[in-house]
């Protein structure tokens, strides 16, 4: 007989004080996305033939599980990102695991399998969740490309505001991506929400190279930018660091 399905960590960040909030984490990187964001800085964790060549080296989800045993009382959480956890079938037993050695979990996610994401809220196994919110409904599929339904965007949004523990939204602002309109259309979709965080475009290491020729808003602009979210969000934030995501 078959046995549950495992999850293997492509990498792990061993410590963090910023991606958890209120906690002290380490960070499980799961292989793989469903999208192609030509800004993500994670190209390793996303392509196909980059998984292919790093594989031998993914970290078992055993192996994982005996790190934490090693740092009870270090550490508060689990930050699991990726890629996208969500694709993976053995997620909901991998961080049913974690709770069990009385560790908090953090889910980053895309939002795109708004059915996963009910199933792990119905069994009680996320305490944080952090979805990024890339771009206004209509502009998801010239953005992160075609495999992708707006309608479970909308649908996550709803979910997570409705029903999650603990959450935020983010978005990273790229100059030639989100006009004013599109960040008008942004605003009506987290509109409500607890927590909103605004990143700064890093063009750097990018999985489309036509996105290193691409501009961050300046400091002022995002300043501005966020202003405008204070009538949608309870709690806003703005990452000055840039990023990717």
């Known amino acids: 007989m078959q046995g549950k399905p495992r999850v293997r960590c492509s990498a792990v960040q061993t ?4 991606d958890f909030p209120g906690s002290i984490a380490c960070i499980a990187f799961l292989p793989g996305c469903n999208f192609r964001c030509g800004y993500c800085h994670n190209p390793e964790f996303v392509l196909t033939e980059r998984l292919a060549e790093t ?5 078992a989800e055993d192996v994982f599980l005996n790190f934490l045993d090693q740092r009870r009382g270090l550490l508060d ?24 050695k009385g ?3 953090k889910l980053d996610t895309n939002g795109s399998r708004p059915e996963v994401l009910a199933e792990l809220l119905d069994d009680h196994l996320i305490d944080y969740i952090a979805m990024d919110v890339k771009t206004s409904l209509e502009k998801y599929p010239e953005l992160v490309g075609p495999c992708i339904r707006p ?20 978005t990273t602002l ?32 990018t999985l489309d190279p036509l996105f290193a020729n691409h501009h961050p ?5 995002m300043r501005t930018i966020a202003e405008s979210f204070k009538p949608y969000a309870q709690s806003l ?6 990023h990717n995501a």
């Open 15 to 18: 410590f963090t004080q910023i």
């Open 174 to 205: 790229i100059r030639e991506c989100h006009s004013t309109k599109t960040i008008e259309k942004i605003r009506e979709l987290i509109r409500g929400a607890k927590r909103y965080r605004l990143q700064t475009y890093r063009p750097s290491v």
């Open 237 to 242: 934030l703005i990452d000055a660091a840039p």
């Open 103 to 105: 560790f908090k979990v």
């Open 77 to 100: 959480g689990v930050v699991i990102s990726g890629g996208e956890p969500t694709l993976h079938a053995g997620l909901s037993d991998f961080m049913r695991r974690i709770r069990e």
């Open 151 to 170: 309608a479970a965007i909308a649908e996550s949004i709803a979910l997570i505001k409705a029903r999650a523990p603990d959450y935020e939204f983010r």
């Open 55 to 59: 594989s031998e080296s993914w970290i």
């Open 217 to 221: 808003f300046t400091s002022q602009e």
